[in-house]
């Protein structure tokens, strides 16, 4: 006899890549972590990023895209530039000083910007990846 099983996509995401570029995006999701290999803190954040278009066929899509930021160290300038995105410029410029201030990742949830993606290759696959951010005016860098 067949195993049974009761299959449940209703959650499934589009992970085929998309054509690079900025698109607005809402934070729907924060965590905080530790990175697996130098233990390093990290904020996880989760977006929503509207009318993206699929590399395949073009056609506009939504899709939800995970970033994993380090907070502290030489290659935090990811965090700083997504603060500044966010409208908290006055932590960021703190931040900037040296001063250690606390922040609630779930001040981020609900905040727009425009997310930059880019095209990479993840486990042998052609994927998506979040290289910068924006103010959702467009002013700024992504760099």
Do not use: H
Not at 62 to 87: C, F, H, P, Y
Not at 119 to 143: A, H, K, W
Request: charged share 30%; hydrophobic share 30%; with cysteine.
């Amino acid at each position: 006899m067949s195993p049974i099983i009761l299959p449940d996509t209703s959650e499934a995401e589009d992970m085929d890549p998309s054509e690079a570029g900025t698109y607005p995006g809402i934070i729907v999701k924060t965590d905080a972590q530790l990175s697996r290999e130098k233990k390093v803190p990290q904020a996880v954040i989760q977006f929503q990023i509207k009318g993206v278009p699929a590399e395949s066929d073009r056609k506009p899509r939504d899709i939800k895209r995970t970033v994993w930021i380090n907070v502290t160290g030489g290659g935090s300038m990811q965090w700083d530039r997504l603060l500044r995105a966010t409208g908290f410029d006055r932590v960021a410029d703190e931040l900037r000083t040296g001063a250690k201030v606390p922040f609630n990742t779930d001040e981020l949830k609900g905040k727009e910007c425009l997310v930059v993606l880019k095209v990479g290759t993840y486990q042998d696959r052609r994927r998506d990846e979040i290289s910068g951010f924006l103010p959702p005016n467009g002013s700024g860098t992504t760099q």
